[in-house]
């Protein structure tokens, strides 16, 4: 019976990779040139390549709109006060606190998608930034309601506050 359970979970996954094939193209073609977008003098990336130290395989890209005058970076563990709005690669929405009573949203890092965290470990308090997260760094191959399978997540994101901001780890 676990034998069956475990070839039907892989034949699934295997037919997903195939149904969604023309999309996760399309999302990995649009991550690449968004990667390599010059800014308008051509001088420089658009956007920044942000790698993790605690995951150095994995990438998000970022452009930061505005910056804060914060002067921490939230913790992996971290809460924060959060504003966003996501979208898929082709101007989708999926989810926004703008439809909340309150826009802000207290979120805690580590209980995100792991693009999401990234991006927020490198932003300080007022920092508004747009940020780009391929598949694996999302929901990667899982069916999420308005998110398709391998889809690459676009959010503009806020970092409003960081309430209860606890202090890294110190060898001593």
């Not at 690669?89 to 309150?102: C, E, H, I, K």
């Not at 949203?105 to 308090?125: D, E, P």
């Not at 960081?162 to 001593?172: D, L, N, R, T, V």
Request: charged share 25%; proline share 5%; glycine share 6%.
């Amino acid at each position: 019976m676990g034998v069956l359970i475990a070839l039907s979970s892989c034949n699934k996954e295997e037919n997903n990779w195939d149904k969604y094939e023309d999309w996760r193209n399309a999302n990995n073609d649009f991550i690449e040139a968004k990667s390599e977008e010059l800014n308008a003098a051509g001088t420089a990336f658009v956007y920044e390549q942000i790698s993790p130290d605690w995951d150095k395989g994995s990438a998000i890209l970022m452009k930061r709109l505005k910056h804060g005058t914060g002067n921490k970076n939230p913790l992996y563990t971290s809460y924060v006060d959060v504003i966003y709005k996501g979208t898929l690669y082709d101007g989708t929405p999926f989810d926004s606190t703008y439809s909340y009573a309150d826009s802000i949203t207290t979120l805690k890092l580590s209980a995100t998608v792991q693009g999401f965290a990234m991006a927020l470990t490198n932003m300080v308090v007022g920092d508004s930034c747009e940020v780009i997260i391929p598949a694996y760094a999302g929901y990667g191959e899982q069916d999420r309601d308005k998110i398709p399978p391998y889809s690459a997540l676009i959010f503009g994101i806020k970092l409003v506050d960081i309430p209860a901001y606890e202090k890294p780890y110190q060898k001593k």
